[in-house]
């Protein structure tokens, strides 16, 4: 009967309960526990707590037990399943050899559909990291580098929600450096969402704050970013690919650790296709000029020749932009509408870069270059006085507004264009200097300012905040009016007159997502984001792997040898 077997368990937990520190000459109590795991429901919810108390008692059974607590984990009925996972950290609680061992297996229980189950997995994981931790993330990343697709992607996205919670002391230099290593293993193959998981995760690191650290990860994402590519400008996978690179690098970048690589590329890859990029994908243009505004700062002075080399393309770049004047420059501006269309977005950005390199070579505009100089002079003054009236107009508009009006989509927008065309002006004012000095220093309006005030605009408009807004160009009309529609990206800041037609909604690359988090893996490199081999010889993701499975039954999980 039922509450025989019932009564018979108990006896056996009593005498090995009992036992102290005879409790090995009772084995034969705790082999008829292992054995109960094939009877009743309650026999084998008892069976768990059972086996993982005496467990660390008989490690001539060790094998079995954990063969017996696993395939608890594997019954029909959930209790029981949910029982016996809660259970396993308690293995290693005593013997911590066997933390990578259970890690493993919760790694891969990881996919479990049910919720309640799911949470008692997350948690046991989080118990098992206080008990080894190095043991814990070897076998979640052997699970990312080996382990089936499902199985990499839940296990990706546990690190990317749990990993901060660990206790920051188990994180010593050691752990940090072996954390480093195998997420470089990881990221020579990844999806895009993995690399943002992934980075985001590494940047965390207190070895990620050292100058050392800053120059691993910017080797990381150099080597994604593909540098050694030739540019396709039908390519938008690549372009969005590398963009990502960079925002993620930009907090890296310094004097110690320069931008040049990235800054070459554009110059020399990017900007001669760049009539090119907008055909693919909208408003992509003005991405590339403020992902290199945001760089531009950190590139090496040593590199002479290239500076020049990148100055000449963003010079050539920048006449496109800045209108000629009229042969009359004598007549007043009599309103906004005698300067032509004029993105001020993208001024601002062009105009900050050449900025920056006239600060490496200021001898650009050397005597062979004098008409030139005098031509880009008289395009300035014709720019900074057409700059200056929207500046007036802005600052008379934005200080009529109350607090809470400022925070509006359309008049964020205005708060943006008042802070671009100031940005601007200064600049312009430093080639008009004898000799010109380039000493100004300006925020981007586009970069983010925790400023919600007048004197420090809020800076630039959020995917989401724009969703209301047109257009992503701000016409300003002689009444002040802020016309816009719809849209998904950054306002363009641009006068009034002649403004283009507002193009196709920019389709940006999307990591796959589903069941399978990065779709077909056999061969990535095809549709997928991966880098280089980052100094390592190791070969990711083949075939040849050694299963482990029970020879009783097919599991969901498969137990690995460590």
Avoid at 75 to 95: F, G, T, V, Y
């Amino acid at each position: 009967m039922a509450s025989d077997k019932l009564a018979e368990l108990y006896e056996h937990y009593n005498k090995l309960d009992s036992a102290k520190e005879n409790i090995t000459q009772h084995e034969s109590s705790y082999l008829a526990i292992l054995a109960s795991v094939r009877g009743s429901s309650h026999e084998k919810q008892l069976c768990s707590q059972f086996i993982s108390k005496f467990f660390a008692h008989f490690p001539a059974h060790f094998d079995t037990a954990i063969d017996a607590l696993l395939d608890l984990c594997e019954d029909d009925d959930a209790n029981i399943r949910r029982r016996a996972i809660k259970e396993l950290p308690s293995l290693c609680r005593e013997r911590k050899e066997f933390v990578t061992k259970i890690a493993d297996v919760l790694a891969q229980l990881l996919i479990s559909e049910d919720q309640i189950e799911l949470n008692i997995v997350n948690q046991a994981l989080s118990t098992l990291a206080n008990y080894d931790i190095k043991g814990f993330f070897l076998a979640l990343y052997g699970q990312i580098l080996e382990g089936e697709e499902e199985t990499r992607d839940k296990v990706i996205k546990f690190l990317r929600d749990r990993f901060r919670l660990i206790n920051s002391s188990l994180l010593t230099k050691e752990i940090e450096e072996f954390v480093l290593e195998e997420s470089k293993k990881v990221l020579v193959d990844v999806t895009k969402e993995e690399f943002v998981i992934l980075m985001n995760l590494l940047s965390g690191l207190k070895i990620s704050k050292t100058l050392a650290g800053h120059n691993v990860l910017l080797t990381i994402i150099r080597e994604q970013a593909e540098l050694n590519t030739e540019f396709n400008p039908n390519d938008a996978d690549f372009l969005d690919k590398l963009l990502m690179c960079i925002r993620h690098g930009v907090p890296y970048f310094s004097q110690f650790s320069p931008s040049s690589e990235f800054v070459i590329y554009i110059c020399t890859k990017i900007l001669p296709n760049y009539s090119l990029l907008e055909s693919q994908q909208t408003y992509i243009d003005l991405e590339v000029l403020q992902s290199l505004a945001e760089i531009i700062p950190f590139i090496s002075p040593t590199e002479g020749k290239i500076v020049e080399q990148c100055q000449e393309e963003i010079f050539n770049l920048l006449l496109k932009f800045v209108p000629k004047p009229p042969e009359d420059l004598e007549t007043e501006l009599a309103d906004n509408s005698d300067l032509p269309s004029t993105q001020f977005s993208h001024v601002e950005c062009l105009l900050y870069i050449f900025h920056q390199l006239c600060k490496f070579n200021p001898n650009y505009f050397s005597d062979a270059n004098v008409d030139t100089f005098k031509d880009l002079k008289l395009r300035l003054q014709y720019l900074a006085r057409g700059v200056q009236s929207y500046i007036n107009k802005l600052k008379k508009v934005i200080s009529a507004l109350k607090a809470e009006e400022l925070k509006t989509p359309e008049n964020k927008i205005k708060v943006v264009a008042l802070k671009a065309t100031t940005n601007i002006n200064s600049l312009v004012k430093d080639f008009f200097k004898i000799p010109p000095a380039y000493k100004t220093t300006i925020q981007l309006s586009f970069k983010q300012s925790k400023s919600t005030t007048i004197s420090q605009p809020l800076t630039p408009i959020t995917t989401r905040t724009v969703d209301v807004i047109t257009p992503e160009t701000v016409k300003l009309s002689g009444d002040d009016q802020s016309k816009s529609e719809p849209t998904k990206k950054r306002a363009l800041i641009t006068a009034p007159e002649g403004a283009p037609e507002p193009k196709r909604e920019r389709k940006f690359y999307t990591p796959p997502s589903g069941k399978f988090s990065g779709g077909y893996r056999g061969n990535r490199r095809g549709g997928s984001f991966g880098g280089g081999s980052l100094g390592s010889s190791y070969s990711y993701r083949g075939n040849g792997r050694t299963r482990f499975s029970s020879a009783r039954r097919g599991r969901r999980f498969n137990v690995r040898r460590f």
